[in-house]
């Protein structure tokens, strides 16, 4: 992957092939190689330990707990409910002090938190826990999304979101793989103790390859220091100074934004967080083939999102890589409403495809930011954005999980998550159009 150049009087996406062989870019290849992957890592395990709670469900959490349908939708809510309370705070922690030591502090409680999950037998216990699950997570997206936007250039944030965020679909393809099978050798509540811990022993790696700023990093030279911040400075300029005392919320791109991404995540959440459970009830098959047979959408997702930000980040077009692909996610989504009780395979065809067309654009769609929001207020904008997205989560989540416990198929969810990710695409045509080389005003 090419690391770009760094010559702040040429536009970023025409320097890539002057200067690639230049020594400085050579020496920047390796954020390619040593950070991201460390953030893919951290990223990873964090999905891992919200996203396995669909499979604790599908394997009987709530006889095993002696508690409700509905309760066991509330359990899954809950962790959305705590990421949505502390992403603001978080985020103006990152941006004022360090997102190193913050994620650090985050791995360690969350990875203790997690493996309690599987010990805790009383359901407000476990709710608690599961909320603080939550707010426990809730630094770690704006807050590395802060930190690529310090590391990597417009012409490369696209692919970098990407890889960041390819944790999500890549960690739910092999925990769909291995969970079912933990689950059918040691129980589920052993297996939430077992997926726990690796939070904590990647805890002491995480500190010791991540700087806040490229200034920090031993392994880069002086000269790769200076091209990349002039380049990151050149770009802001484009983008304009902010205004630290002013909310971000204010801008109307912002706000928009926030909504889209609301009917986003409704969709998405209410997928990875039942579809074990639809899969199991429609199929029939055990835990362990379950586990196999909901990774299939993820493979999909994870070929789908390194193809839209390579496109994104070549063509600098961000808004258009995304709502094509929510819109047919949506329109994929409706197709299993109308199979669901006809078809398991034609069903299950269309979750894949909407799976795959619902991750597709993160890439993109994170890099419209940066792009738009002064660097002064991009951490705040951001954590507003995904806030507003793990208030869409917990709807989707709970919601999803409601209607399959009242309605006794999955239907009803399936036609909600449709309409929501079909509203998605839709907002954004309502986004403020930006001039290219002028800031947007808010």
Known sequence: MNSGSFNPNVPAEETVSATAETPAAVNLRKRWLLLLPTIFVTYSLAYLDRANFGFGAAAGLADTLHITGPETSLLGALFFLGYFTFQ?????????HSVRWLVFGALVTWGSL????????HFWLLALVRFLLGVAESVIFPAILLLLTRWFTRAERSRANSIFILGN?????????????????????MTFVLEGLPALLWAPVWLSQVRDRPAAAAWLSDEAKRELEAT???????????????NPLLRRDVLLLSVQYFCWSIGVYGFVLWLPTIVHKGSELSMGQTGLLAGIPYMFAIVLMIVVSSISDRTQKREQMVWPLLLLAGV????SFVFAQRSFVASFVCLVLAGGCMYAPYGPFFAIVPERVPREEAGVALAIINSSGALGAFAGSYLVGLLQSLTGDSRAGFLLMATALIASA???????????GEPLKA
């Open 114 to 121: 997690a493996a309690l999950t599987g010990v805790i037998r």
């Open 88 to 96: 603001i705070p978080g985020a103006k922690i990152a941006e004022r």
């Open 232 to 246: 990151l400075e050149r770009e802001q300029i484009a983008v304009g100074r902010g205004n630290t005392s002013r």
């Open 426 to 436: 839709l907002l954004l045509f309502l986004l403020p159009k930006k001039i290219a």
């Open 332 to 335: 994929a989504m409706m197709g």
């Open 169 to 189: 679909p890549v960690t739910v393809l092999w925990m769909s793989a291995i969970t079912g099978y933990l689950i059918q050798g040691f129980g589920w509540q």
